[in-house]
């Protein structure tokens, strides 16, 4: 659906606000670098549903009767479905760098590419541990698939794909810079988009080029505060950690 809209409408409205040469090349990284941080969430979620089929087959009660730790069941899922969207979100990432390749864009460098599948792999475990536990919480088909409808809605508004993050009102906006997909977005359009956004503005006047990160989400802000990278990389790890955490629990609770 992002993909559709973006080569549909999105893209030619980004691109003819700048007037730039190279602007175009500049929102293909900014758009890559967003469905980047999309991916592992629905995902995730996606690959999850193993646990609701679980749930509704009667399944999940052969783990409730069997001495597996409430850690180990919490684990396994959580490592399924982080191996899905490690794996899908990387063919996603190949796609993409052939898609920049054809039409002459920029391609990632092996250092670029390291740091994007750093991102990546703190992004999915992050995805992966609180959808999880939203999870946790749902018992049938239709309340996973409402759930997936919702967050694969939702994920382009709170990335700023559909909107960017500076056309928000202010407080939708720092509610969305909270959370650990808009961090993660933030983390894959700097190392992606970085660079080739610095070079669009290096003409322009002074401000210009702070203003357009501020607008597109390279730099998200909590009021008048800018969350550093490595923030952004903590609240990744720190989302990661406590949901984890979280699911264990919800799960001891239902098993007992």
Same mark, same amino acid.
């Given at each position: +659906?992002?993909?559709? @809209?973006?080569?549909?409408?999105?893209?030619?409205?980004? *691109?003819?606000?700048?007037?730039?040469?190279?602007?175009?090349? *500049?929102? #293909?990284?900014? %758009?890559?670098?967003?469905?980047?941080?999309?991916?592992?969430?629905?995902?995730? @979620?996606?690959?999850?549903?193993?646990?609701?089929?679980?749930?509704?087959?009667?399944?999940?009660?052969?783990?409730?009767?069997?001495?597996? &730790?409430? +850690?180990?069941?919490?684990?396994?899922?959580?490592?399924?479905?982080? =191996?899905?969207?490690?794996? +899908?979100?990387?063919?996603?990432?190949?796609?993409? /760098?052939?898609?920049? =390749?054809?039409?002459?864009?920029?391609?990632?460098?092996?250092? /670029?590419?390291?740091?994007?599948?750093?991102?990546?792999?703190?992004?999915?475990?992050? &995805?992966? &541990? *609180?959808?999880?536990?939203?999870?946790?919480?749902?018992?049938? #088909?239709?309340?996973?698939?409402?759930?997936? %409808?919702?967050?694969?809605?939702?994920?382009?508004?709170?990335?700023? %794909?559909?909107?960017?993050?500076?056309?928000?009102?202010?407080?939708?906006?720092?509610?969305?810079? !909270?959370?650990? %997909?808009?961090?993660? !977005?933030?983390?894959?359009?700097?190392?992606?988009?970085?660079?080739?956004?610095?070079?669009?503005?290096?003409?322009?006047?002074?401000?210009? @080029?702070?203003?357009?990160?501020?607008?597109?989400?390279?730099?998200?802000?909590?009021?008048?505060?800018?969350?550093?990278?490595? $923030?952004?990389?903590?609240?990744?790890?720190? &989302?990661?950690? $406590?949901?984890?955490? @979280?699911? *264990?629990?919800?799960?001891?609770?239902?098993?007992?």
């Amino acid at each position: +659906m992002i993909l559709g @809209l973006y080569a549909a409408f999105l893209r030619t409205a980004f *691109v003819s606000d700048l007037e730039f040469p190279g602007a175009a090349n *500049v929102i #293909d990284l900014w %758009m890559i670098a967003g469905l980047m941080a999309v991916v592992p969430v629905t995902t995730s @979620l996606g690959a999850l549903g193993i646990l609701v089929n679980d749930k509704t087959s009667g399944g999940i009660r052969d783990f409730a009767v069997s001495p597996v &730790s409430p +850690m180990s069941m919490t684990f396994g899922y959580i490592l399924a479905s982080v =191996a899905v969207s490690l794996l +899908m979100s990387v063919i996603v990432l190949v796609f993409c /760098q052939i898609y920049m =390749a054809a039409i002459g864009g920029t391609v990632l460098n092996a250092v /670029q590419l390291v740091k994007v599948l750093g991102v990546l792999a703190l992004s999915v475990l992050s &995805s992966a &541990s *609180v959808l999880f536990f939203m999870v946790t919480f749902i018992n049938t #088909d239709g309340g996973h698939s409402g759930l997936s %409808m919702a967050v694969g809605i939702l994920s382009g508004f709170i990335v700023g %794909m559909y909107i960017p993050l500076g056309n928000l009102p202010g407080a939708v906006a720092g509610v969305f810079s !909270a959370m650990p %997909m808009s961090h993660s !977005a933030s983390l894959f359009r700097d190392i992606i988009g970085g660079e080739k956004t610095s070079e669009l503005f290096a003409g322009a006047p002074p401000g210009m @080029l702070s203003d357009f990160r501020h607008d597109m989400g390279f730099d998200l802000y909590a009021g008048s505060w800018a969350y550093e990278p490595w $923030v952004s990389v903590a609240i990744l790890a720190v &989302s990661a950690a $406590v949901f984890f955490v @979280l699911a *264990v629990l919800n799960v001891g609770r239902r098993k007992a």
